[in-house]
């Protein structure tokens, strides 16, 4: 069973003895540490395994197994925020443990992971407490031997001084520490990780370490964007295709980034997902005059499946939420039957099948075709004549096209008799459009500026009308079949009723609202679009 911990840590180098552990500052003058707690020596071995092109490392991810010290075992890292980490543990086996494989499987696709590199370390471990005695970070200083698995081998050795932060910990005491140990002749390291290092010290002549935060010096990323940046100045001004291929990249990583995330059931994670899918999926139809929908709606028609069965997970959240608050504001008096016993029922066993069935999907051959054909896409886009323009005329036209595509539906909605099915449908239908009009002004944003921005800030809180208005025609589909399990069961109906009747007095003030926001009475974003 795996277990997840947080690791917020800092490291250090240099030349001075330092670096050895001989000569470390008093760290009792730091504020709020009473001790400096001797633990001993450990002694470690850890074997990282990577695929043979290091895929993990330039996606900033290490998996390690490990023997020695208080937490031998399979070692899955993956990045957080600079300096911050979720530690991912199994227990010891000698083969990698699935669920470790499956959290790296959107990076690794089909291919082997192999042992790359081994790491051996005399890791010197020191405890700084507080006055009663609670760990506040420890430090150790490692003593790292490095030897390449593959590409014919190669050694490297060195010092390093590693500060972790406890548990719960303030992270100013990082900083505190820090200045502690500057003032000792040690820098911070040039590195992002162990195995940063030992790629790079022991890659073989003409080669280059994966180039990115777990692959090279720390630091890199800032050195490809001013690269990435005087390549943009030589090749001209950027281009409406530059733009929208930025946009697309940017969907493509979030995807593969949020996918292990997503697996582990993290807050809002799977949301995020499938937003990432509807925004590339509509940044193709937005901007079908900059790349080519022959190319792209077949890879639109896979988006759109993925969306579907992420959907599963948030469509059941949603509901959920959605009725436990409307329970909340219900008087004692209204609530008759264990009803919040059959909602806990009801969400566990959706949720039972939605978990499966996401792990499933995400582990599903077609999952991964779709994030291959994405790469190949990105590789050698399909661009269109259009693409080589500049981009203000270009992207504020296919903005203008969707806004304008938002206005009819909103009218048809507008249109409908309230409270109708054809009303419902119909504000359904203005928000997917609005949500399409948010996308392409979001990718809009970098070539048109405040224009964009104003249209992104309407358009949100234009189809977050409309999305409650979905919520509560979704939340009474819901609570009309919980009546009827409930009837079934032989218990009270009566509250699902009231909870209903609640939700369609919510939805009719939605649709009140609706005049006031449609765009029709708002001509100002589509001008200022055509004037920048």
Same mark, same amino acid.
């Given at each position: 069973? &795996?277990e997840?911990?947080?690791e917020?840590?800092?490291?250090?180098?240099?030349?001075?003895?330092?670096?050895e552990?001989?000569n470390?500052?008093d760290?009792?003058?730091? &504020?709020g540490?009473?001790?400096v707690?001797?633990?001993g020596?450990?002694?470690?071995?850890?074997?990282?395994?990577?695929?043979?092109?290091?895929?993990?490392a330039?996606?900033?991810?290490?998996?390690r197994?490990r023997?020695?010290?208080?937490?031998a075992?399979?070692?899955l890292?993956?990045?957080v925020?600079?300096?911050v980490?979720?530690?991912i543990?199994?227990p %010891?086996?000698?083969?990698?443990?699935?669920t470790?494989?499956?959290?790296v !499987?959107a990076?690794?696709r089909?291919?082997?992971?192999?042992?790359?590199v081994?790491?051996?370390?005399?890791?010197?471990?020191?405890?700084? #407490?507080?006055?009663?005695?609670a760990?506040?970070?420890e430090l150790?200083?490692?003593?790292?031997r490095a030897?390449?698995?593959?590409?014919g081998?190669?050694?490297?050795?060195? $010092?390093?001084?590693?500060?972790?932060?406890?548990?719960?910990?303030?992270?100013a005491?990082l900083d505190?520490?820090?200045?502690?140990?500057?003032?000792?002749?040690l820098?911070?390291?040039?590195? &992002?990780?162990?195995?940063a290092?030992?790629?790079?010290?022991?890659?073989?002549?003409? $080669?280059?370490a994966a180039a990115d935060?777990?692959?090279?010096?720390?630091?890199?990323?800032?050195?490809a964007?001013?690269?990435?940046?005087?390549?943009a100045?030589?090749?001209?001004?950027?281009? &409406?295709?530059?733009h929208?291929l930025?946009?697309?990249?940017?969907?493509r990583?979030a995807l #593969?980034?949020l996918d292990?995330?997503a697996?582990?059931?993290?807050?809002?994670?799977?949301?995020q997902?499938?937003?990432?899918?509807?925004?590339?999926?509509?940044? /193709?139809?937005?901007y079908r005059k900059?790349?080519?929908?022959?190319?792209?709606?077949?890879?639109?028609?896979?988006?759109?499946?993925?969306?579907?069965?992420?959907?599963?997970?948030?469509?059941?959240? #949603?509901?959920t939420?959605?009725?436990?608050?409307g329970?909340?504001?219900l008087?004692?008096?209204?609530?008759s039957g264990p009803v919040?016993?059959?909602? !806990?029922?009801?969400?566990?066993?959706r949720?039972?099948?939605?978990? *499966?069935?996401? #792990?499933?999907?995400?582990?599903?051959?077609?999952?991964?075709a779709?994030?291959?054909?994405?790469d190949a896409?990105l590789?050698?886009?399909p661009? !269109?004549?259009?693409?080589?323009?500049p981009?203000?005329?270009?992207?504020?036209?296919?903005?203008?096209?969707d806004?304008?595509?938002?206005?009819?539906?909103v009218q048809?909605?507008l249109?409908?008799?309230?409270?109708?099915?054809?009303?419902?449908?119909?504000?359904?239908?203005?928000?997917?459009?609005a949500? *399409?009009?948010?996308?392409?002004?979001?990718?809009a944003?970098?070539? %048109?500026?405040?224009?964009?921005?104003?249209l992104?800030?309407?358009?949100?809180?234009l189809?977050?009308l409309?999305?409650?208005h979905?919520?509560?025609?979704?939340?009474r589909g819901?609570l009309?079949?919980?009546a009827?399990?409930?009837?079934?069961?032989?218990?009270?109906? /009566?509250?699902?009723?009231? %909870?209903?009747?609640?939700e369609?007095?919510?939805?009719a003030?939605?649709?009140?609202?609706?005049?006031?926001?449609s765009p029709?009475?708002?001509p100002?974003?589509?001008?200022d679009?055509?004037?920048g």
């Open positions: 069973m &795996a997840t911990k947080r917020i840590e800092r490291k250090y180098e240099g030349s001075s003895a330092a670096a552990g001989t470390l500052p760290l009792t003058k730091v &504020a540490v009473s001790a707690v001797d633990e020596v450990a002694e470690l071995d850890a074997t990282y395994y990577d695929t043979a092109d290091l895929r993990l330039a996606a900033s991810r290490t998996l197994r023997t020695g010290g208080d937490d075992g399979w070692h890292k993956l990045p925020a600079t300096g980490r979720d530690e543990r199994a %010891l086996s000698d083969t990698v443990p699935r470790l494989a499956g959290l !499987r990076v690794v089909e291919a082997e992971l192999v042992p790359v081994r790491l051996i370390s005399s890791r010197d471990v020191r405890h700084l #407490v507080d006055a009663d005695g760990l506040l970070a150790s200083v490692d003593a790292v030897e390449r698995l593959t590409d081998g190669g050694t490297s050795e060195w $010092t390093e001084i590693e500060v972790e932060l406890a548990d719960g910990g303030d992270p005491l505190k520490v820090e200045k502690k140990l500057l003032k000792a002749g820098r911070p390291s040039a590195w &992002a990780s162990k195995l290092r030992a790629l790079a010290d022991t890659a073989p002549e003409g $080669t280059e935060e777990s692959g090279t010096k720390s630091g890199s990323k800032a050195k964007k001013a690269e990435a940046k005087d390549k100045k030589d090749d001209g001004p950027p281009t &409406a295709g530059d929208v930025a946009y697309l990249r940017t969907q990583d #593969v980034e292990p995330a697996r582990r059931d993290l807050p809002d994670s799977v949301h997902m499938r937003v990432a899918t509807r925004r590339m999926r509509s940044a /193709f139809r937005s900059v790349i080519d929908r022959a190319v792209t709606d077949p890879i639109g028609d896979e988006l759109k499946w993925l969306a579907a069965e992420l959907g599963v997970d948030r469509d059941r959240e #949603v509901l939420e959605r009725i436990q608050q329970l909340t504001e008087p004692r008096t209204l609530i919040r016993g059959r909602l !806990r029922t009801w969400s566990a066993a949720r039972s099948g939605s978990r *499966r069935h996401l #792990v499933a999907v995400l582990d599903s051959k077609r999952y991964l779709l994030l291959d054909t994405l896409l590789d050698a886009p661009l !269109r004549p259009a693409a080589a323009k981009p203000a005329a270009v992207i504020a036209k296919a903005v203008l096209r806004y304008k595509r938002l206005s009819a539906h048809e909605a249109d409908a008799p309230p409270a109708t099915e054809a009303r419902d449908l119909a504000m359904h239908e203005a928000r997917k459009k949500k *399409r009009t948010r996308y392409a002004a979001e990718a944003t970098p070539a %048109l500026g405040k224009p964009a921005k104003r992104v800030r309407y358009m949100k809180d189809q977050n409309l999305g409650e979905q919520d509560s025609v979704m939340v819901a009309r079949d919980l009827a399990q409930a009837h079934a069961a032989g218990e009270s109906s /009566f509250t699902y009723g009231v %909870l209903y009747g609640r369609e007095h919510k939805a003030a939605y649709e009140d609202q609706l005049p006031a926001k029709g009475q708002h100002s974003y589509a001008a679009l055509r004037a």
